[in-house]
Nanobody
Framework: VQLQASGGGLVQPGGSLRLSCVAS????????MGWYRQAPGKQRELVAGITGGGDTNYAASVKGRFTISRDNAKNTVYLQMNSLKPDDTAVYYCNSLTSSVPFSQGTQVTVSS
């Protein structure tokens, strides 16, 4: 089982980034997938989730700015992040909310001018 996240980087406030997470070793289309983040000194939090059928849910702090999507044919879940703020700076991870699997490695997102 492996989840591999990528796409982080340094972006100015108001900018955009798209994160990707490729899954292997799980029945991807039957898994609810989520993006999490952990800012320095804070606990890891769930920011967005998506069912196999495409139903989504978002944390209040990112609703309207972030969009989670998935491509079941590619075993990939995405997080499109727009209108980024300095408070979005964190290490981002993906994981399944259905299967007990290790988190992906993190991808650093830094929002700074």
């Amino acid at each position: 089982v492996q989840l591999q996240a990528s796409g982080g980087g340094l972006v100015q406030p108001g900018g955009s980034l798209r994160l990707s997470c490729v899954a292997s070793g799980i029945r991807f289309r039957f898994n609810v997938m989520g993006w999490y983040r952990q800012a320095p000194g804070k606990q890891r939090e769930l920011v967005a989730g998506i069912t196999g059928g495409g139903d989504t849910n978002y944390a209040a702090s990112v609703k309207g700015r972030f969009t989670i999507s998935r491509d079941n044919a590619k075993n990939t879940v995405y997080l499109q992040m727009n209108s980024l703020k300095p408070d979005d700076t964190a290490v981002y991870y993906c994981n399944s909310l259905t299967s007990s699997v290790p988190f992906s490695q993190g991808t650093q997102v830094t929002v700074s001018s």
